[in-house]
């Protein structure tokens, strides 16, 4: 039976019976993880094992949001806690090759993270521009407000990401920046003309059209379809990302649970996949929500099942690389912008009897 065209959350730190039988009958592409799945790391390596019985797949993709600053799921005792993305932008305008070191040397540790616990995929690097008077929604997410400066340090990490055997995911495909609202609680417009847009906003996107996934953004487009969001619009997908931005991954959807979308889970499942997303996110851990997204969903087939079979192919095993090194490296570059305080390293290293 082919995968079911869905990544899934879960509900808490162990998999449930029945959580496990949705597992086993629907397979889902991939799961997500969230802070309320987290425990001591021991847990959260159980947990994805769990996860891979019942999927019958030891290779199975387990997501995580993980970026550093505001969004990362794993936090202190027991990992490192990583800056915001703007700070390696500042170094960049320090220095090209000062930024482009310190998001690669980010990128790495967090995947070492990752990886320790049996994580293969994180949803970043962020692709967004910093603008101003935007919602802080993305705020200091964003890496720089030049498009240039974004492809650049953008790539610097989905690399180091790629080389430490975690598939990284481009986010909010075709630009969150310039939303005035957040898409977890409203719905938000964008009214620039599709030129202007072109010139900016989808650049890195462009710039990272080779990255394995990418994850839309739940805003209206004006200027390209205003009547639907970029995730439910055939004329954004197709004409756009697709199009113009010359995306060739596999396409995620945001989570079908925020607000900036109305309708029940199975109908948004379906228009999400007849719009031309190749895997709808649903991330409650809600088991009638998540049977009805694996409906609605259906099953991964034609050039979506290719695209998602390409992605899994750059999955490799992590090259080799002195963590303490880098961490000490890390600090160092950040101290640069005032940053190293923001960054703490984990009291021992993943791997350790003390970590684990």
Known sequence: ???????????????????????????????????????QPADV???????????????????????????????QPFWSSFVAAKWFGLLYDK???????????????????????????????????????????????????????????????????????????????????????DSHVALPRVSLAKDVLAASDFLPFAALADCPFAMTAHIIYDAIDGARTATLSPDVISNIIRGDIGFRGALMSDDLGMKAL???????????????????LHCSGNMEEMRAVAAGAGRLTGMAQSRCATAMARLQPSQAFDRRQAEARLTELLALVGAADAYVAAASPPGSLAHV
């Open 45 to 75: 390596i159980a947990l994805c094992a769990a996860i891979r019985d019942a999927l019958q797949d030891d290779r199975a993709l387990i997501f995580i949001d993980q970026e550093g600053g505001r969004v990362q799921r794993l936090r």
């Open 262 to 280: 109305s309708g029940s889970m199975d109908r948004l499942a379906a228009d999400c996949r007849e719009a031309g997303i190749d895997l709808v």
């Open 1 to 39: 039976m082919n995968q079911g065209a869905f990544i899934t959350g879960l509900a808490g730190t162990v998999l449930r019976d029945d959580e496990r039988d949705f597992l086993h009958h629907t397979r889902p592409f991939a799961t997500i993880l969230f802070a309320r799945n987290i425990g």
């Open 95 to 181: 220095r090209p090759e000062w930024g482009l070191e310190g998001v690669a040397l980010q990128s790495r540790l967090i995947a070492d993270d990752l990886t320790t616990l049996g994580i293969n995929a994180v949803c970043a690097p962020c692709l967004d521009l910093s603008i101003p008077g935007a919602h802080d929604i993305i705020g200091d997410r964003a890496l720089s407000r030049d498009p240039a400066v974004i492809a650049a340090l953008g790539r610097a990490s989905m690399e180091a990401y790629l080389a430490s055997g975690v598939l990284p995911v481009a986010k909010h495909i075709p630009g969150h920046g310039r939303s005035l609202a």
